[in-house]
């Protein structure tokens, strides 16, 4: 027998001898086992991590992407990622777009191939967010 065939199953409530429990209880055994697995988890390291602006390298000089002609034209706007490989002493080692319009990607990148930022311990990654509006960039 399945439990959509016991209509009080299909409600949470489970009959005993002494009467119902209710759903009540089921809720609060529910909120226990959360509570006890949350702080399991915490004690053991599992918690989400947050990537946040304290992580990322500082820019010691920028160059601003050109917004291309053809983009101008035709209205193109949005905004563009580039992933970008620092090296040690603040060079950009590499670039790869990781979103973006085609026609405003490349500008993007010749830019911030251009940057330069502070020096660090070790090469790090991180990803350059630039925003076209339908203004001049």
Known sequence: MLALDVPF????IVPT????VSKRLKWTKIVLASAAMAALCAA???AQTASTDEGKRKVRSRVAPT???LAKRMSVTGKVKIEVIIAPDG?????RAIGGHPLLVQS???A???WKFFPAPEETTQV???DFTGTSN
């Not at 199953?9 to 949470?12: C, R």
């Not at 001898?17 to 119902?20: D, E, H, K, N, S």
């Not at 060079?91 to 670039?95: E, I, L, R």
Request: proline share 4%; net charge negative.
């Open 44 to 46: 053991t390291g599992f």
């Open 112 to 114: 911030v191939k251009e």
């Open 67 to 69: 917004y291309p002609e």
């Open 9 to 12: 199953l299909q409600w949470g």
């Open 17 to 20: 001898i002494g009467g119902v």
């Open 128 to 130: 350059v967010e630039f």
């Open 108 to 110: 993007c990148t010749d």
């Open 91 to 95: 060079h950009v080692k590499s670039t």
